[in-house]
């Protein structure tokens, strides 16, 4: 792996609106899966069903070799169109790998999915319960933002979306070390299901050195004026390319957060970045 290896792997690519195979699956309370085509490079997922509603959609992931690459719960998926005010169409449900919105070429190609013919990848949907006003049978099939992977270019960097938990035993200031950090390995953005404890303060510490510091409010008026984000109630979000810079997502190597709780309860962590797994050599 040499350094124009991975120039070309962020470089500009023609990305194509492509229908994928047939899903498995019948019914509510149950797991769909599509095979996806090895050998492709997958920026964006979408779901076209026949729901109503919008909290069918329990869990989406994408499954490579036996692993998760990376997966959301629809809850958090509709917390992130809120947020960020993307567009909402009836039945249609979107899992987004390169954020395009970022305006940085390499902010967006650092979180797409790179497959090789070889690989064996599985996109699988779990539905959860019937909302009140869908239908009686739901329906699914799939289509995607895709670029051939021609060169077979690796994986140089693997989007990483995920959740973790931390719990809170008290209201108080509680410290959450950020599970197998590494420098190599980016946070974009980390919200915080506030369902049994609301935050009032935040801060971003690496080792004994403080990063970041908010109050909820200064932390909320960022959002809105520096990114434009529209701040959603029972989740905190930190964007850490608030200014729309997909590269300059936070290192995660040493990296703590301190949160201002108001009671105890357990509080959900929605992941959100990328990892670089390849290297160039070093120059001797």
Request: hydrophobic share 40%; proline share 3%; charged share 20%.
């Given at each position: 792996?040499?350094?124009?290896?991975?120039?070309?792997?962020?470089?500009?690519?023609?990305?194509?609106?492509?229908?994928?195979?047939?899903?498995?699956?019948?019914?509510?309370?149950?797991?769909?899966?599509?095979?996806?085509?090895?050998?492709?490079?997958?920026?964006?997922?979408?779901?076209?069903?026949?729901?109503?509603?919008?909290?069918?959609?329990?869990?989406?992931?994408?499954?490579?070799?036996?692993?998760?690459?990376?997966?959301?719960?629809?809850?958090?998926?509709?917390?992130?169109l809120d947020a960020y005010q993307k567009a909402k169409t009836q039945g249609i449900?979107?899992?987004?790998?390169?954020?395009?919105?970022?305006?940085?070429?390499?902010?967006?190609?650092?979180?797409?999915?790179?497959?090789?013919?070889?690989?064996?990848?599985?996109?699988?949907?779990?539905?959860?319960?019937?909302?009140?006003?869908?239908?009686?049978?739901?329906?699914?099939?799939?289509?995607?933002?895709?670029?051939?992977?021609?060169?077979?270019?690796p994986r140089i960097f693997e989007p990483k979306k995920y959740e973790s938990v931390?719990?809170?035993?008290?209201?108080?200031?509680?410290?959450?070390?950020?599970?197998n950090g590494s420098i190599h390995k980016k946070i974009q953005t980390i919200a915080?299901?506030?369902?049994?404890?609301?935050?009032?303060?935040?801060?971003?510490?690496?080792?004994?050195?403080?990063?970041?510091?908010?109050?909820?409010?200064?932390?909320?008026?960022?959002?809105?004026?520096?990114?434009?984000?529209?701040?959603?109630?029972?989740?905190?979000?930190?964007?850490?390319?608030?200014?729309?810079?997909?590269?300059?997502?936070?290192?995660?190597?040493?990296?703590?957060?301190?949160?201002?709780?108001?009671?105890?309860?357990?509080?959900?962590?929605?992941?959100?970045?990328?990892?670089?797994?390849?290297?160039?050599?070093?120059?001797?």
């Open positions: 792996m040499n350094k124009s290896m991975i120039a070309r792997a962020i470089a500009k690519v023609i990305t194509s609106h492509v229908k994928l195979d047939s899903a498995t699956g019948s019914n509510y309370d149950d797991e769909w899966t599509i095979k996806l085509s090895a050998g492709m490079i997958y920026h964006r997922i979408k779901l076209l069903t026949n729901l109503v509603e919008r909290v069918a959609i329990k869990r989406i992931t994408i499954d490579v070799n036996g692993s998760e690459a990376a997966y959301a719960s629809g809850k958090y998926l509709e917390f992130l449900f979107v899992f987004d790998l390169s954020k395009f919105h970022y305006r940085t070429q390499a902010g967006v190609y650092q979180t797409q999915l790179v497959t090789n013919p070889e690989d064996d990848v599985t996109l699988k949907i779990l539905f959860g319960a019937k909302g009140a006003t869908d239908p009686v049978k739901p329906t699914l099939r799939a289509s995607a933002i895709a670029s051939d992977n021609t060169q077979r270019l931390l719990y809170a035993s008290a209201a108080d200031d509680i410290e959450w070390k950020f599970p915080f299901d506030e369902t049994e404890t609301n935050i009032s303060k935040i801060s971003v510490k690496r080792g004994g050195t403080t990063l970041n510091e908010w109050t909820r409010a200064e932390l909320d008026h960022d959002l809105k004026e520096l990114g434009g984000i529209t701040p959603q109630a029972g989740m905190c979000l930190i964007d850490f390319t608030l200014l729309g810079f997909g590269t300059t997502g936070m290192s995660t190597n040493n990296l703590k957060f301190v949160l201002t709780t108001d009671s105890a309860g357990s509080i959900k962590a929605h992941v959100d970045g990328y990892e670089q797994i390849i290297f160039p050599p070093s120059q001797g």
